[in-house]
């Protein structure tokens, strides 16, 4: 097992350096070209990661050229910028990103000081999901026992849930709310922005209501994951997201959490404990090992690699559904 994580981690940490150095040159050749849409009259965006990047390219279609600040198999959580990329920023017609995910790209965009600068958080409501969030367990903090179903608990000390893209409910709202901001961006192309966000949205309600079908007859609501990434997803079909470690898929579980869990899964009937793509899949794999059951993928679609479950956003949100309807138990 440890081997094949080793193997695992060389192509990341390779990819990883190739899109500084690939990222270096881009900029440097563009940069006096990204000052007002470049030589080609687009509208030059800059996207943080692969959720914030499928909306600009969908939205934007034809009318931007978009960058991604995170490559494919790079963990967005992990994300360092050059002095290059950062430097770049600043040439940008339009940057979308989501605050809360990636502290350098917060820091950057703060100083590059666009005027066409969006935070998708601000497109839609946050919420606090998941007590047991960043590694502490905070089961005795004020005394009663929680569910992590995702209600607000007011816990302020434990941060917004920044995973809205994950319900597609919150994701069509931003979509809404990007299209109006390219509108006002690029006026002359408004039309086409506001075209392409009514599509969207209607494939993304149809992707909801698929959902909401699939979900609704199920023999049990209750899944265990690495990364808490769900709880949108969770709270808006009834289900209940039971993280290992919080919303830091790199985090080490505490023993009291993983006790927690292994009570939670047999008074759950949970089936399957799910991982990720872009993390490790060790702690997944003992922790079903020690409680029999089964290891699954759930895609937080952070970022779509060559060992994505389908090409774009809308596929590996259909292969989730698969995979969380099997593991549910979908009638």
């Known amino acids: 097992m440890d081997v094949m994580n080793v193997r695992r981690l060389i192509p990341t940490t390779a990819v990883a350096g190739a899109v500084v150095l690939g990222l270096t ?3 440097a050749c563009s940069s006096s070209d990204a000052t007002g849409g470049g030589s080609d009259g687009k509208l030059g965006v800059v996207a943080s990661f692969y959720p914030m990047q499928y909306l600009a390219e969908e939205i934007g279609g034809s009318h931007v050229s978009v960058t991604t600040l995170t490559k494919p198999g790079v963990e967005p959580h992990d994300l ?31 100083q590059a000081g666009v005027k066409n600068t969006v935070d998708a958080a601000s497109l839609t409501t946050l919420e606090d999901h998941g007590t047991e969030v960043d590694g502490h367990d905070h089961e005795g903090e004020d005394g009663e026992d929680h569910d992590h179903e995702g209600e607000d608990h007011g816990h302020e000390h434990v941060g917004a849930d920044p995973h809205i893209w994950l319900d597609p409910v919150k994701y069509a709202e931003v ?18 922005y506001r075209e392409n966000t009514a599509k969207l949205v209607d494939e ?3 992707l909801d209501e698929a959902y909401e079908a699939g979900l609704k007859d199920t023999a049990t609501t209750t899944f265990i994951t690495t990364h808490s990434a769900f709880g949108y997803l969770a709270e808006r079909y009834g289900l209940t ?11 080490e579980p505490s023993p009291a959490r ?3 869990i292994h009570a ?23 922790l079903a090992k020690d409680l029999g059951l089964r290891t699954d993928v759930l895609d937080p679609l952070e970022g779509i690699t060559d060992r994505s479950k389908g090409a774009d956003y809308l596929e590996v949100m259909k292969s989730n559904l698969a995979a969380l309807q099997k593991a549910l138990g979908a009638k």
């Open 204 to 206: 993304l309600n149809a």
């Open 258 to 260: 993983i006790n927690e």
């Open 80 to 110: 360092e910028l050059s002095p290059r990329q950062i430097g770049s920023l600043s040439d940008a017609d339009y940057i979308l990103y989501l605050k809360g995910i990636q502290p350098a790209v917060d820091d950057a965009v703060g």
């Open 175 to 192: 979509a809404e709310g990007v299209g109006t901001s390219l509108e006002k961006a690029d006026p002359d192309h408004a039309a086409d």
């Open 25 to 27: 040159t881009l900029s």
């Open 264 to 286: 939670v899964a047999e008074k759950s009937k949970a089936t399957t404990v799910f991982f990720e793509t872009l993390a490790s899949d060790k702690t997944a794999s003992t």
């Open 241 to 251: 997201q039971e993280g290992i470690a919080g919303l830091d898929p790199e985090a």
